[in-house]
């Protein structure tokens, strides 16, 4: 009995720690397989964040940056301007970060150090403002040259860039301004603002075609600053040119007096939903053109492969000449549908001025 037992106890031992190894190694290539797996999941993961990297990289191009940048490349810091219990100036965001007030999160987003909220109110200098910069002065040359030229040789015929300008400035006068505006002479005197919106948008278009050129009109501080500067035109000029009682009147839409409950919600609604089209339109436009060609051009780093290259370029160059179309065609735009709703605030009024000045 005693010789059974521990002839069967040496069998179960055997058979347990044959079992047990078997269950060690098991074990130890589950493992394996896992970390094979892992590292294979985790290889993966890296590929595919790499392939997102390089589009959320692109599309970071299109915003705003605190330094200046020509293209991809820093050139230089701008000034950093805060108003917070105070105006805050410093030359740098890095010099305003050892200041220790305000600092950084995010994407480049100012808060201040003590508890992480905004100041009340960002006046940075910013690259695209920098870029609006560089559209006036190269507006302003323009401009002083062909008006220098006029002044030499007032009675000859245009030539080269002066002819080019006289086109766009008739174009403005006789295509949009005085067609939608009644009455030339309220119309004359609108046309200097028409016509420095008009090239001002252009201008702005065309530099971010140009090579390591932004958009500052991809931008919606940019476009609603110069919708908010037509509203004021619009409802301005309907005050100086009708009076106040008019515009007052122009609420009601027409309607009956005993309709105001109705009529003027809608109309003052209206006031404000205009500049807001106006905003998102140009804005839309003019990033939805750059949005198509960086990812266009971010295939080829997408799937890193040069084959696809000319088909990439093709395409791009065809977009490229949508995109110089759009640049004109959205500031004809903005200048036509400002035309439009001067027109529209003055009413009938300046076609009694039109009338009296027949």
């Known amino acids: 009995m005693a010789y059974e037992y521990l002839s069967s106890s040496l069998a179960t031992n055997s058979v347990g720690s044959e079992n047990g190894h078997n269950e060690a190694s098991t074990h130890a290539e589950n493992t394996h397989h896992k970390e094979v797996d892992a590292s294979a999941h985790g290889a993966a993961n890296e590929h595919a964040e790499g392939k997102q990297d390089v589009f959320s990289q692109i599309f970071a191009e299109l915003g705003d940056h605190p330094g200046l940048y020509i293209g991809p490349m820093h050139i230089t810091d701008l000034p950093v301007i805060l108003v917070d219990n105070g105006l805050h100036i410093y030359s740098s965001p890095q010099s305003m970060k050892e ?29 695209l403002v920098v870029f609006q910069w560089i559209g006036i002065l190269l507006l302003l040359f323009i401009f002083g040259l062909v008006g220098r030229k006029y002044k030499k040789n007032p009675i000859s015929a245009p030539k080269g860039l002066q002819n080019v300008i006289e086109m766009g400035y008739l174009y403005v006068r006789d295509e949009i301004v005085r067609p939608n505006i009644p009455g030339v002479k309220t119309a004359d005197k609108l046309l200097p603002y028409f016509i420095g919106l008009f090239f001002f948008i252009l201008i702005l278009n065309l530099i971010g075609l140009l090579p390591g050129g932004h958009t500052a009109t991809g931008a919606v501080p940019v476009t609603a600053a110069l ?132």
């Open 227 to 358: 919708a908010i500067s037509a509203f004021l035109v619009v409802n301005i000029t309907a005050v100086l040119v009708s009076g106040i009682g008019a515009w007052f009147k122009h609420l009601l839409g027409g309607a009956p007096w005993w309709l105001f409950f109705i009529m003027i919600p809608i109309e003052v609604a209206g006031l404000f939903i205009k500049p807001f089209a106006l905003t998102v339109r140009l804005f839309a436009n003019m990033t939805a053109g750059h949005a198509v060609l960086f990812s266009l051009l971010g295939l080829i780093f997408y799937f890193k492969n040069l084959y696809i290259s000319p088909a990439v370029t093709g395409v791009s160059l065809f977009v490229y000449s949508l995109e110089l179309l759009v640049c004109f065609l959205q500031a004809y735009i903005f200048t036509m549908l400002t035309s439009i709703f001067v027109g529209l605030a003055i009413g009938d009024h300046g076609h009694e001025e039109h009338g009296h000045h027949a």
């Open 99 to 127: 200041a220790g007030l305000f600092t950084t999160h995010g994407h480049g987003k100012i808060v201040r150090t003590s508890d992480g909220q905004s100041p009340a109110l960002d006046l940075s200098i910013t690259n």
